[in-house]
């Protein structure tokens, strides 16, 4: 028997199972170095910026207008207004996160009902809060009332599924902490600001959904208080133009977000509505610590901006 410590003949005194251990050592610290790398790169303020632009188109292009809606509807809509509908409550507190088309449709097409939504996506409700009417109210049972409540749903946050002020949101509070003094950085400001322009170029390509809901018979089915062209524009442009009065780049690259928006609007509403932002653009331009020249930059490039447009609606 051989002495221990020693070797038998042909035996090697080194592990075979050492050099195995040692490469998969080696592969695990470099697959850790490319997550950690990954991780990083994920978190610049760049490609935030642009999954938070995909997601704005996404949710534009799911909520894009059909062919079961129409803008108006103010003879169908007086004349719901004029008798008492069945109120529809909340029973917890939250965001709006989702609401099913579906299902209120349905259940409007088979009980031969109109549904007035009075909230929407995006909205804070309150504890037995008023999300609904339904008419005629005689129809309505417990039953009903259930189906239709559940319809909602609610949460602790807000989610861009439906909510297109809420994507819209997301780039602009990340726009809003880059100019803040403590980061002080433009040009994760100007980023966003893109994405916010091509989501809002997209919205006005489907043009905005319609208020009333129509079943396959032609009957009105449901009506709705959706997102408008001007409330995405105030929340795109309002604060971010406030906390941008002292950087002349980011006033200027506002405004040629507009004129690319501009592009593609073609009524003459859309087009006031963006004269408007660009004026309010040009008055914190005055209102900030600006040098005069930037100022006058300014003041050129909103005057440039009101000429072009005007010669495109008399054209």
Same mark, same amino acid.
């Given at each position: 028997?051989?002495?221990?410590? #020693? ?36 978190? $610049? ?36 207004? !004029? ?18 088309? *579906? ?6 097409? !088979?009980?031969?009902?109109? %549904?007035? &939504? &009075?909230? *929407? ?7 037995? +809060? =008023? ?39 997301? &780039? ?5 902490? +880059? ?10 400001? %100007? ?10 170029? =997209? ?5 905005? #959904? ?9 009957? =009105? ?18 604060? &971010? ?9 980011? @006033? ?19 087009? $006031?509505? @963006? ?16 040098? !005069?020249?930037?100022?006058? =930059? ?9 000429? *072009?447009? *005007? ?5």
């Amino acid at each position: 028997m051989p002495s221990p410590g #020693k070797n038998l003949p042909g035996q090697s005194g080194v592990d075979e199972g050492e050099p195995m251990g040692l490469l998969l050592m080696l592969a695990s610290f470099g697959s850790l170095i490319l997550l950690v790398q990954h991780i990083s790169t994920m978190l $610049q303020a760049p490609n935030i910026a642009a999954a938070a632009g995909v997601e704005l188109l996404d949710v534009v292009q799911a909520e894009a207008p059909d062919t079961l809606s129409v803008q108006n509807s103010e003879a169908v809509n007086n004349t719901v207004i !004029e008798t008492d509908g069945y109120p529809i409550r909340v029973r917890e507190a939250g965001y709006i996160q989702y609401i099913d088309p *579906k299902t209120m449709l349905t259940l409007a097409r !088979e009980r031969n009902l109109i %549904i007035r &939504l &009075l909230r *929407k996506p995006g909205h804070f409700v309150g504890g037995d +809060a =008023l999300v609904a009417l339904v008419w005629p109210a005689t129809r309505v049972d417990e039953q009903l009332e259930g189906q239709i409540r559940h319809a909602f749903q609610i949460g602790n946050v807000r989610t861009p599924t439906q909510d297109v002020a809420y994507a819209v949101n997301q &780039l602009v509070e990340m726009a809003v902490r +880059a100019m803040s003094p403590a980061i002080n950085d433009p040009f994760t400001a %100007i980023t966003c600001l893109d994405y916010i322009g091509d989501g809002l170029a =997209l919205f006005i390509q489907h043009g905005e #959904k319609g208020s009333h809901y129509y079943d396959r018979d032609g009957q =009105l089915r449901l009506v709705l208080e959706p997102v408008t062209f001007g409330e995405l524009l105030d929340g795109a442009f309002a604060m &971010l133009r406030h906390c941008s009065c002292d950087n002349a780049t980011v @006033l200027l690259h506002m405004l040629d977000v507009i004129d690319a928006i501009g592009q593609e609007a073609s009524s003459p509403e859309v087009r $006031q509505e @963006l004269l408007r932002h660009v004026d309010l653009i040009q008055a914190e331009s005055q209102a900030g610590g600006l040098i !005069e020249q930037d100022r006058q =930059l300014i003041q050129r490039s909103r005057e440039a901006l009101r000429t *072009k447009w *005007k010669e495109a609606l008399h054209a």
